[in-house]
């Protein structure tokens, strides 16, 4: 099972309208970073939330770690075309060995 | 910070044939890692390089198909055997390196691969 899920999947929205996406983790996180993608291209690090109850902001986009710092949700405010892309949260994982992984991926169209 | 580098930045191989991947970090570095991301798709790790031993694969990854080395603390080589079509996907270098008191991730900037 994937460790860290994210939801939705796939969003289309219309330009303009506010937007949520979610990533779980099934263990607690000790940092969670948000990434932004376009297909063939590097990772854009957007933010990263380390303590329980954080939020950050940047521009329209803000995220936070949940208290219990298990989910993050990474909203987008009044959206614009360039917005569109995939957004990927990741985390590192300490349990025996270092890892660092990658959300399942959320890709985001939006609609001019 | 850390500069990664991969060889090739992309390449085209007929199904059946095998290809290998080099990163090279500008510093010496913790740990390096390899990553897959498939069209659309997400990243997902392939394995951990341990620099003088066999790496470490995650789940439905093996040697045999992606056998790795790590000969030092800057260097690492990513192999594909015997590809097919569904191999197709960009292969990413990832490093983590002690800066003060905690670690930073980096990454490199991947080898897209297109098996025909």
């Known amino acids: 099972s994937q460790e860290l899920e994210q939801s939705p999947q796939s969003l289309i929205v219309q330009e303009g309208k506010n937007l949520t996406i979610n990533c779980t983790s099934s263990k607690t996180l000790y940092g969670l970073y948000w990434y932004k993608q376009k297909y063939g291209e590097g990772l854009i690090f957007l933010m990263m939330?380390?303590?329980?109850?954080e939020e950050k902001s940047h521009e329209k986009i803000t995220a936070k770690l949940d208290e219990k710092k298990q989910q993050s949700s990474l909203h987008i405010t009044a959206s614009q075309p360039s917005h569109a892309g995939i957004y990927l949260c990741g985390a590192a994982y300490t349990s025996g060995t270092y890892k660092y992984i990658f959300g399942t991926g959320t890709r985001l169209k939006v609609l001019a | 910070s850390a500069v990664i580098s991969q060889k090739p930045s992309r390449d085209i191989c007929q199904r059946g044939t095998s290809l290998t991947i080099q990163c090279q970090v500008d510093s010496q570095v913790t740990m390096m890692f390899w990553y897959r991301q498939q069209p659309g798709q997400s990243l997902t790790l392939i394995a951990t390089?341990?620099?003088?031993?066999?790496?470490?694969?995650e789940s439905g990854f093996v040697i045999d198909k992606f056998p790795i080395s790590r000969p030092n603390l800057t260097f690492s080589t990513l192999t594909v055997s015997n590809m097919s079509p569904e191999d197709s996907s960009i292969y990413l270098c990832s490093v983590i390196k002690l800066q003060g008191i905690s670690y930073e991730q980096y990454f490199g900037p991947g080898t897209r691969l297109t098996v025909t």
């Open positions: 390089a341990n620099q003088g031993s066999e790496a470490t694969y």
């Open positions: 939330l380390q303590k329980g109850g």
